[in-house]
């Protein structure tokens, strides 16, 4: 496949995701890029960047990323960034042989740090892209998946007990979708030759019963760090408009006495589940009922380094989480006290 052929692609693409286009990029800017970086772009990417200065697909917010976002990315010792997902929890990376520009491969850092060449090829980038956006069969991540498994061999089980302890919870919250689990086993499945039996078993569950059953056969164990992930799951939910605030309440109203929480935690869960409670959902005034949303999104946004999916660095952004936590300053007041008045006078 050539440029021009991806180009076409992204020009008539009528596929499940939104795609949007942004207007071409003239030579000024290209050519600020290049000096940005030292760098010869590619031809295929400077056709590219003429035809749309980047674009977006609604899936997991996909970004290839516009020139002006690339300068001011600029990192020192890094690839230059050309795509992320869900505001750069990934980045893709090209890198370019100096003396001969059109040798270049686009790559991706894998959960463990491990850099992994896809392709050097931006046309069968971008075919990825529109035929399986960032995770569904035949895009980005089952693309790099098919690789990894080439390289380590078959994916254990036993080494997604964290993710898969997740998924059980997500799932009886209502929080994904049996399908979804289906598909992240059937992603495993179609990359490697003999996947291991449990796999099979998740892609052949008929009813939620049935997945539960499966997931919770490798003797998962449950601890804090799953319900920070959860709230990394809310969070993630508020970004993309598919989370209200009474829904993440009532969820959070499920772990608000876990002895293992912070006490800044414990203190801010306890005034939102109370207020809650209490205003019973029934704002007079829209203003404060604003404030009071939004506020319950700042205490989500918290856990927003914790993406379903990164299940190899939950340990340590947790216990990033943690320090911060303990350092906030911690204001301890009851559920109906002065913050609560404030909030009140509006209603």
Known sequence: MTINNALELLESYSGPFKLTLHPGANET???????TYGV??????????????????????FNMIP???????????????????????????????PEIPNQYSISIADSDSEKITLTNSLAEFIRRILKGGVFEKGGLYHWKDEIKTRTHGLTDPNEMKLLFRVFSECLELDLISKQEVIDRAER???????????FIDISLSRDLNELLTVLNSINLTAD????????GVIHFKFLIDKMTADKALSILS?????????????????YLIGEWRHLDGRFNNKRAQKKFNERVKVFFDNYSGLYLYDYKDWNEINSKI??????????????????????????
């Open 29 to 35: 800017l290209i050519n600020k890029v290049e000096c």
């Open 224 to 231: 804090i760090l799953q319900v920070r992930v959860i709230f």
């Open 254 to 270: 499920k772990f608000a006495h876990r002895a293992e929480l912070t006490p800044y935690e414990t203190n801010e869960i306890s």
């Open 188 to 198: 495993i499945i179609s990359t490697e030759e003999g996947p291991d039996r449990f």
């Open 67 to 97: 020139l002006g976002e690339m300068i001011s990315n600029k990192e020192a010792d890094k690839p230059i960034w050309v795509a992320e997902y869900m505001i750069y929890s990934e980045m893709w990376g090209l890198e370019i042989n």
């Open 322 to 347: 943690i320090k911060d936590f303990l350092s906030k300053k911690q204001i301890r007041f009851g559920v109906f006290g002065k913050i609560s008045k404030r909030l009140r006078k509006f209603l």
């Open 40 to 61: 010869t772009l590619p031809d295929d990417f400077k056709t590219l960047f003429r035809f749309t200065d980047g674009f977006e697909i609604d899936e997991d917010i």
